[in-house]
Nanobody, 114 residues
Framework: VQLVDSGGGLVQPGGSLRLSCAASGFTFSSYTMNWYRQAPGKERELVAVISNTGGITNYADSVKGRFTISRDNAKNTVYLQMNSLKPEDTAVYYC????????WGQGTQVTVSS
């Protein structure tokens, strides 16, 4: 199982980024996928969840209306579109899948600063 996170970077407040997580080694279309984030000195927190078909999504209250999780099962990839970014969104973002155990991507840094 491999999850490869990408798409992070430095963006100004109010800007946008799209994160990607490319998955391999398991039947991607059968599993719920998750995005988490961890800011310096804070616990890792769940940001967004998407069901295996993409028909059900859930978000942390702090990102509702600004972030959108989606997936392309043909490409074995899950995305996180982040709009109206705020400095408090600064964190390392990770995708995760729960199989027999949890597997994590390596993380991608998002920094929101002017």
């Amino acid at each position: 199982v491999q999850l490869v996170d990408s798409g992070g970077g430095l963006v100004q407040p109010g800007g946008s980024l799209r994160l990607s997580c490319a998955a391999s080694g398991f039947t991607f279309s059968s599993y719920t996928m998750n995005w988490y984030r961890q800011a310096p000195g804070k616990e890792r927190e769940l940001v967004a969840v998407i069901s295996n078909t993409g028909g059900i999504t859930n978000y942390a209250d702090s990102v509702k209306g600004r972030f959108t999780i989606s997936r392309d099962n043909a490409k074995n990839t899950v995305y996180l579109q982040m709009n109206s970014l705020k400095p408090e969104d600064t964190a390392v973002y990770y995708c995760k899948v729960r199989l027999a155990r949890d597997y994590w991507g390596q993380g991608t840094q998002v920094t929101v600063s002017s």
